[in-house]
Nanobody
Framework: QVQLVESGGGLVQAGGSLRLSCAASGRTFSSYRMGWFRQAPGKEREFVATISWSGGSTYYAGSVKGRFTISRDNAKNTVYLQMNSLKPEDTAVYYC?????????????????WGQGTQVTVSS
């Protein structure tokens, strides 16, 4: 069982930066692949970024590639999402997710555990 708690969301102007953190409980965090998803009002949840258990492999949605960076610190049981050059269309609730098996994927249904989400609002 893994519990995930996101933090770091807030209100920022367009062009600004935020760093989201996701703290995980459990002793097997280093064996989980991790992902970030987001959901804007009236829209479906969408994939943002994912990282392998070792941190050696990452993958991004086209809309955030080059602006967002996912990373992890297995010693701290934490995964991060550094978000730069934020745009109003990045406004959403951001969710952290963990999966115990399989390669990194963009499919939400393959993730076993989810956090409660943190709000990111980008003003124009």
């Amino acid at each position: 069982q893994v519990q995930l708690v996101e933090s770091g969301g807030g209100l920022v102007q367009a062009g600004g930066s935020l760093r989201l953190s996701c703290a995980a409980s459990g002793r097997t965090f280093s064996s989980y692949r991790m992902g970030w998803f987001r959901q804007a009002p009236g829209k479906e949840r969408e994939f943002v970024a994912t990282i392998s258990w070792s941190g050696g492999s990452t993958y991004y949605a086209g809309s955030v590639k080059g602006r967002f960076t996912i990373s992890r610190d297995n010693a701290k049981n934490t995964v991060y999402l550094q978000m730069n050059s934020l745009k109003p269309e990045d406004t959403a609730v951001y969710y952290c997710a963990a999966a115990s098996l399989g390669p990194i994927t963009t499919t939400a249904g393959t993730y076993n555990y989810w956090g409660q989400g943190t709000q990111v609002t980008v003003s124009s």
